[in-house]
Structures are given as C-alpha cells and as structure tokens.
C-alpha cells in the first residue's frame, strides 16, 4: 500500500498500526522516530521496524506516508521540524483524538504538494508504549477522517483503505464536529473517571484502603480508564477546551438536576432518568462497541 512509512512516535496505537502493516505486508519499508532511546531500543526488540532513529528528519526522508503518533502538544514541534524534509506527494496523517489542531498546527508547515489527511482511530486501551499494541485493536471499530476542502481524493482514499484494512468502518466529519462529538463520548467520561479516582486518592488512609479493598464494577472500571496516558490526555483538554467545556457545563446542569432530586426524594425523577439512559447502553451494545475492552481486561 505505501513504499515508505514513517511514524513520529510509537504508542499504543503507531505499534499497533505497525503491527497490522507487518502482518499483512502494507509497507515495503517502516520507519519510527522517538523521543527517547529506550522507545527505539524497545521497537527494536519487537521487530516492529525496519530502521529507528532519533533524527525526525532522517525518519520522514522520502516517506509516502508519515503518521504522526506524538501527544497533541507535540504536533507544531514536530511538522515545523519534519515539512522541509517530506517529499513531494508524500500524505501526512495523525491519530489524535482533537482535529482542530491539525489545521493549527500542522498544516502551516506543510510544503505545497503534501498532502494532510487528519484522522482518528476510535480505539485504545489504558495501556501505552509500543509494547501495548496489538494488531487485533482496530477491529470493529470506527475510525474518523476530518480533511479541510481541496485535500486530493486520492489521498483520502489512501488513508481510508489503510484504515479499512486494520478493520475499521471509516467516516467523514468536519473536523469542529468531530471534536464536539468526541468531547462527550470520550473527553468527558475520562475526566471524570480521573476525578473521581483523584477523589479516592484524597480520602483518609483507612477509608482508601476500604474503597480499594472493597471496589464495585464501577469503580475498578473507573480506575481503569484513569490509568490511561496522562501526558496524552492533558493535552486532549488543553487542544479541545471550547467543546469540553460546553459539554461540562451540560453535565453540571444534569448533575445539579439529579442533585436536586435526591435532596429531595424524588424517586421519579431518578427512575426517569435511569430509565432513559439504558437507552444509550443498549445502543453501544448493539454496535458491538463494548466487545474489545470486554476481552482485554
């Protein structure tokens, strides 16, 4: 599918990625460009690579393909260091799960003939590194596509069939959509998953052990989620505040709303509302979105 790849970070998702590109033998050469050492002595180990090096610019050198894998707040760094070096025609591609950025960050670096076709695979664990990744991860799931207008169709498609090939059902969104979307289905069930275990994390040391001791489905399911990348997700806030912070003042609202309801007893209210919210529940299960966390953990 590409003769030249080029990863700029190597996580969860690159690694898996590579693994997918290995496997079914979608890259004639894979390159990967790290912040650290210890990362490329890691990838080295794990075959995921054919070469590695710290140099980003050696890394991109004739590259049709450069998937950009670093945190968010990486993202102008790295196009400002690598667009000189890209070659002509080459598509440069991202994972994060903010878009808006892209056309901040990454698209004034890039020289006349490359091509940006921002996307977001829509899967993950709480587990991070090259050694996290596995080729199954993308399976099912829905990877999203933001392109500002006048991208060549060519290269979207190219990026869409590599995506389609992991296994994912690809969709197209404007990239302020998809970041309105992602801040309630993803942003804001991470915060607060940090802030309710940051909350256990605050409590008296008896009443901690007890809460660790004696955790339900849902708390351990909310450690599990807050165990995930800090660096990533500060940077996921940080990128997307506007859309999150509409979306946690919504949630303040409704929780004040069901605040108000058990100060007072209102049983109906709380019926209603549970009521309602299986709905959504139902709706992830019948499209078969619980069934990769289900078997990993």
Not at 70 to 78: D, I, M
Not at 92 to 101: L, P, R, T
Request: aromatic share 6%; proline share 3%.
């Amino acid at each position: 599918m590409f003769d030249r790849v080029a990863f700029v970070g190597f996580g969860l998702i690159g690694s898996s990625l590579a693994r997918i590109m290995i496997r079914d033998g979608l890259a004639g050469h894979i390159s990967v460009t790290a912040r650290t050492q210890a990362t490329l002595d890691t990838v080295t180990r794990l075959e995921l690579a054919d070469s590695v090096t710290l140099d980003a610019t050696e890394a991109v050198r004739d590259a049709d393909l450069i998937m950009i894998c670093t945190p968010l707040g990486a993202y102008g760094a790295v196009a400002k260091e690598i667009g000189p070096h890209l070659k002509d025609g080459a598509i440069v591609s991202d994972v994060g799960s903010a878009k808006q950025i892209v056309s901040r960050e990454i698209v004034p670096h890039m020289p006349d003939g490359v091509h940006v076709v921002p996307g977001h695979p829509v899967a993950g664990t709480e587990n991070s590194g090259p050694e996290a990744g596995f080729a199954e991860l993308f399976m099912g799931r829905n990877c999203i596509l933001t392109p500002d207008d006048g991208v060549a169709e060519q290269a979207i498609e190219k990026i869409s069939a590599l995506w389609k090939a992991a296994g994912m059902s690809v969709e197209m969104m404007s990239a302020h959509h998809h970041d309105q979307v992602l801040a309630i289905t993803s942003h804001l069930p991470q915060l607060i998953a940090y802030t309710i275990v940051d909350t256990a994390e605050q409590l008296g040391e008896d009443l901690k052990h007890e809460v660790i001791k004696y955790s339900a489905g849902g708390f351990r399911d909310f450690t599990r989620i807050a165990a995930s990348d800090p660096t990533m997700w500060r940077d996921i806030y940080l990128e997307n505040s506007d859309a999150l912070l509409d979306i946690l003042g919504r949630f303040n609202e409704d929780l004040t709303h069901m605040r108000r309801a058990i100060r007072r007893g209102d049983g109906d209210t709380l019926h209603e509302v549970f009521t309602r919210t299986r709905a959504i529940r139902r709706g992830i299960i019948d499209a078969k979105q619980d069934k990769l966390e289900d078997q990993k953990t």
